[in-house]
């Protein structure tokens, strides 16, 4: 059974409705759910407009569940995909460094640099140094 929070706050807080208040303190500002904290920052931190706008929309339409609800996120389409990444594959394994790839294919080096990490592509082979 879910436990109901009851509306205290701790002294030298600022409600900022019946359940959330903030609090600034030595060049941090805590949020507080009730008497718990739920996030902080530098006092001297700013967040973008279009950042506050969206969570405001979000509580407006699902209420405070909505920022506790695992929602999968999308992510555009790969553009390392089929005979892109065989050949991406081909060349790495031929030497080309990723810069050299990326120019090739005409694709973003981070794209193939989230690739290797995913495990999709083996990344080029560290050339040995030899001996004297």
């Known amino acids: 059974m879910p436990q109901l929070q009851l509306p ?9 409705n019946s359940r959330i208040a903030v609090q600034k303190e030595a060049g941090r500002v805590f949020y507080l759910y009730g008497h718990l904290p739920v996030f902080q920052h530098d006092e001297h931190d700013v967040v973008p407009m279009i950042t506050v706008k969206r969570y405001v929309k979000l509580y407006r339409d699902h209420g405070s569940q909505g920022f506790y609800e695992a929602t999968p996120r999308h992510s555009s389409a790969s553009v390392l995909q089929g005979p892109v990444l065989e050949q991406a594959q081909q060349l790495l394994d031929a030497g080309r460094s990723v810069p050299e790839v990326a120019a090739e294919l005409n694709v973003l080096r981070n794209t193939l640099h989230k690739a290797i990490r995913a495990g999709r592509l083996r990344g080029p082979q560290k050339k040995s140094r030899r001996g004297n």
């Open 8 to 16: 205290i706050f701790p002294a030298g807080v600022t409600e900022i």
